[in-house]
């Protein structure tokens, strides 16, 4: 009990680390002659086996090769890459990974979900289905709904697609229109696009939708991040503030849009999940943390009997006397911090989901770092995993949570968030029992097959399938 026992946190840019002071072992650092990371390997190991939901699963040290490179290493040590711990992860640039935990990244600001547009399944196009707001493409005017054929004159395919939209710092993309069931270019029609630094605003969209005896209040909420650095709590204000247009407005009805949302920091989700459950107070339990062995016994002395329960909090705007439902909108990028959301209200409400199934992801981490600096690595560990009031959390595995209701959402070219034959939002007013509006008319679509689930952010891997613990004392 090396890494919380002798606490020492520290406050990096919004995100707790792990401080490797804390170890008593003697730990080599990188030589700079032969560039040996053995040193590197000998802090992976201390740390995992101190902490890790999974340390007993760990090989003995001295049954470790340490003259591999930390990553290799470092893979040795994770349980069950392919079934468990699928979300653990090491890298060379904490400081990167630490500000994209705190959703700024450095990005065109687009979502797409790449789909074949020829029979022969080899040219690909990226369809929009979602732009942040204050990013490079929303100042160029891209929207939801635009489809991107060309980038920098190449025509996309599924071998080259996430090199020439991930990879360099500045493309020129060319769009298509759909004629019928076929995507044609405008090669007249270029937009030229350069990364930027964004703090993504985690509200894409928030409205109501007033019938006669229904007022439908719709949030779209693409991550889990409480602020910035200069404002702490300026997102989960901005939560708040949407709750209280829906108190205002009498919503009776509720759908949570998180099919983007690949997940966050969980007190963002105490703080979404405080505003919605039924009928609240301050007993009601909304998640518990298991951690491994060493850890339960550890915070239970430290913290008493509760140390793991963690309840819904006191929000004046909370809509849950009105709802005895919600409907969830979810696809295979619905990861963690949402996942903790629909398992947490479970007990309370009934919890509808459309879409797809949900990534899988019930288990915690946080990031880690080395105090001293002595290297640039950073250690994405899983710590334990969450289980609701009823001691549910059987949603472990690569098929997630399951749809209530299976919907298939490759209907393009996508519709704006709100409109309401968007085909998400229209299965979940359908089963609420409400059609669109008179004047609303469904459009030409066709329906076009995923190269993968879901859709995937212009930055990869920057915010996808985190559920990040934020260790402070309670």
Known sequence: MKLLRKICLILAGGTLLFSTSCLEDKIRTIDPVTGDKSGVNDWIYNMMNDAYFWYDQMPAKNKT??????KDYFEKLVYQRQTRDRFSMLTD?????????????????LH????YIDGGKSNVAAFVSHVAKGSPADAAGLKRGDIITKVNGTQLTKDNYAQLIGGPETIRVNLGTVNGNVITT?????ISLTKAVVTEDPVAYAGVIPRKNVRLGYLVYTQFVPGTDSDKERYDNELRAVFAGFKTAGVNELVLD??????????????????????NSSGKVFYEEQWNDKYIKYWKEKNGADALTYKFKQEKDNIGSRLN???VLTSQGTASASELIINGLKPYMQVITIGDHTAGKNLFGSLVGDEKKRWNYGLYMMLGQTTNADGQSDYGTVNGIPASRQVEDFSIPYKPFGDETETLLNAAMREIGIAPAANARLGTAMNVKPVSS???????GAWDQLMIRELQPR
Do not use: E, H, W, Y
């Open 325 to 327: 439902r919600v409907f």
């Open 93 to 109: 640039d904490i400081n990167a990974l630490q500000q994209q935990f705190n959703g700024i990244t450095k990005t065109f600001g």
């Open 65 to 70: 090769d340490n003259d591999l490179a930390p």
């Open 186 to 190: 405008d090669d007249s029609r270029t």
């Open 112 to 115: 797409n979900v790449f789909a």
């Open 258 to 279: 998180l099919r983007l949302n690949g997940g966050g920091f969980m007190s963002s989700a105490v703080t979404l999940a405080s505003l919605i459950v039924s009928n």
């Open 454 to 460: 879901g859709a995937v952010r212009d930055t990869p």
